[in-house]
C-alpha cells in the first residue's frame, strides 16, 4: 500500500491514553508514569503507539496523562514538537484538570475521552482510534480503520490471537465465524475460545475505532449511569456488545513486519521481567522487534549529543560491546559490555562489565564494577567493585529482585548500601 494514500487515517484522531500508574514496575515508576518509562536504548514507551498513528497517516493526536506525568509530558514537548497546524495538524497534551468540575479527576479511560469532548470537537475528525499508551508494537491503524468502515461496526476493537490459557489477564472476547463479537468480558477464568481453534482466544490490545459522533453519544450515555466506573474495557465495549455491533480486528490483519521479522511483536512491558526482556529482545542477531526500519522508524527525541566512544585496547582493559544497543553519548572505557542496551549518557569505567543488562539514561558504572542481569534507573552511580548476580541472596537484600532473577537498581537503593 502506498503509505502517502491514507484517506480514512486523514479524517481520524488518535486519542492516547497515558495515565496509568504501572504499579508493577516498582520503582521504576517512582517518579514517572509507565508510557514515559525508556525503552530501546533511545525510546520511551509511548513513542511506539505515537509513531505508528503517525506512521499509519493520522496527523491529529491527543494524549491524555494524569499521574506521575511531568516526565511524559516534557518528553512530548521535546519529541512530538513537530506538528504543525498550517497542515492541518495538532498534537494536545491532555492532563487530567478537572475539566467537568472541582471534585474530578479522570475516572477511568472512557472518562479521559469524555472530559475533553469539546478539544475533539473542535478538530472535527470523523474517527476516533483509542490506544493504550504502555505497549510495545508495531502497526498500521489505517488497515483497522478500513475494517471499520467496511464492516459497519459500531466499534472495531483491537485483538490478539493467544493461548486460551495465558487470556485470563486480558479483556477477552467471544466472536462467531465473521469476528462480530457476541461477549467481551474482562480478565474471565475461564476464557472462551474461538470457533474452530478452541485452544486460543481473543485478547483485547485496548485498541478501539469508533465513528466520533457514536462515540461522543455512548460517552455521554456513560457519564449520566450512576453504575458505571467509565472504562472501555468495563463498561463501553460490553455495552455495544449488547446493543450493537462491535467487530474484533485481528493484530495480524495490521501487524508491521520488516522483512527479517519472523512473527507478529507484540508486548506488555507491565511487569520489570517483561520489560528487561522485551529489552534483550533487541540484542538478537535477527531482533524480533526490528527498530532499524526505516519504512516504519519509531520516532523520539532527537537528543543533540556526541557519538558513543570506546577506549583502550590492551589486555584486560579493552572498550567492547557484543550483541549490544549503545547509545549517543556513551564511553565505555576499558570496559565490557554483552547483550546489553547503553542508553544516552552512560559511562562504564575500566575493568567493570554488564552482562545483560539494561542501563537508563546518564548512569555511571564504576571501575571493576560486575553485573549481570539488571536494570539500572536513569543517573545511578554504580560504586567502584559493586558485584551484582552472583549471590541471589545478597542481591535481594540490597535490591529489587524479580522471580526470574533480574535486579532493579535505583539511586535509593545504592545510598543505602554499607
Excluded at 108 to 127: E, K, L, M, S
Excluded at 164 to 179: I, K, L, P
Excluded at 243 to 269: L, M, P, Q
Aim: glycine fraction near 8%; hydrophobic fraction near 40%; charged fraction near 25%.
Amino acid at each position: 500500500m502506498d503509505r502517502r494514500q491514507s484517506p480514512l487515517a486523514r479524517d481520524a484522531m488518535a486519542y492516547v491514553l497515558a495515565g496509568g500508574r504501572g504499579s508493577r514496575l516498582k520503582e521504576l515508576t517512582d517518579n514517572r508514569a509507565k508510557p514515559a518509562v525508556y525503552f530501546g536504548g533511545k525510546a520511551r514507551i509511548i513513542d511506539f503507539a505515537l509513531s505508528n498513528a503517525i506512521n499509519s497517516g493520522i496527523r491529529r493526536i491527543g494524549v491524555a496523562t494524569q499521574y506521575k506525568a511531568h516526565s511524559l509530558i516534557r518528553h512530548m514537548q521535546r519529541a512530538w514538537n513537530f506538528m504543525r497546524p498550517e497542515r492541518n495538524e495538532s498534537f494536545d497534551i491532555l492532563p487530567a484538570s478537572q475539566r467537568i468540575d472541582e471534585f474530578h479527576w479522570y475516572e477511568g479511560t472512557a472518562d479521559a475521552v469524555f472530559q475533553n469532548i469539546d478539544i475533539i470537537h473542535a478538530h472535527a475528525p470523523r474517527y476516533m482510534v483509542i490506544l493504550a499508551g504502555d505497549h510495545i508494537y508495531k502497526m498500521d491503524y489505517e488497515l483497522m480503520l478500513q475494517q471499520h468502515v467496511n464492516s459497519g461496526a459500531d466499534v472495531t476493537v483491537g485483538c490478539l490471537v493467544v493461548p486460551r490459557r495465558d487470556a485470563t489477564g486480558f479483556g477477552v472476547m467471544a466472536v462467531d465465524d465473521s469476528d462480530t463479537i457476541t461477549s467481551f468480558v474482562e480478565k474471565p477464568a475461564d476464557p472462551p475460545g474461538i470457533p474452530g481453534d478452541p485452544d486460543h482466544a481473543l485478547a483485547s490490545m485496548g485498541i478501539y475505532v469508533f465513528e466520533t459522533d457514536f462515540l461522543f453519544d455512548q460517552l455521554r450515555r456513560d457519564a449520566d449511569d450512576p453504575e458505571s466506573k467509565r472504562d472501555f474495557g468495563g463498561d463501553i465495549i460490553p455495552y455495544i456488545v449488547k446493543h450493537g455491533k462491535a467487530v474484533a480486528h485481528r493484530f495480524t490483519t495490521s501487524c508491521i513486519r520488516a522483512a527479517e521479522e519472523i512473527e507478529e511483536y507484540w508486548r506488555d512491558v507491565g511487569t520489570l521481567d517483561a520489560y528487561f526482556e522485551a529489552n534483550l529482545d533487541l540484542t538478537d542477531v535477527v531482533p524480533r522487534l526490528d527498530m532499524y526500519d526505516r519504512e516504519w522508524p519509531i520516532w523520539s527525541d532527537a537528543i543533540v549529543a556526541a557519538p558513543a566512544k570506546f577506549v583502550h585496547d590492551e589486555e584486560g582493559r579493552r572498550g567492547t560491546a557484543v550483541s549490544s544497543l549503545i547509545s549517543n553519548d556513551c564511553i565505555v572505557s576499558g570496559a565490557t559490555a554483552w547483550r546489553s542496551l547503553l542508553f544516552t549518557g552512560v559511562k562504564m569505567g575500566s575493568y567493570s562489565s554488564v552482562n545483560e543488562a539494561v542501563i537508563l539514561p546518564h548512569c555511571n558504572i564504576g571501575r571493576n564494577a560486575r553485573l549481570s542481569r539488571v536494570i539500572i534507573d536513569s543517573g545511578v552511580r554504580i560504586p567502584e567493585g559493586l558485584v551484582v548476580g552472583d549471590d541471589p541472596e545478597l542481591d535481594a537484600r540490597r535490591f529489587r529482585r524479580t522471580e526470574n532473577g533480574v535486579c532493579l537498581i535505583t539511586k535509593r537503593m545504592i545510598e543505602q548500601l554499607p
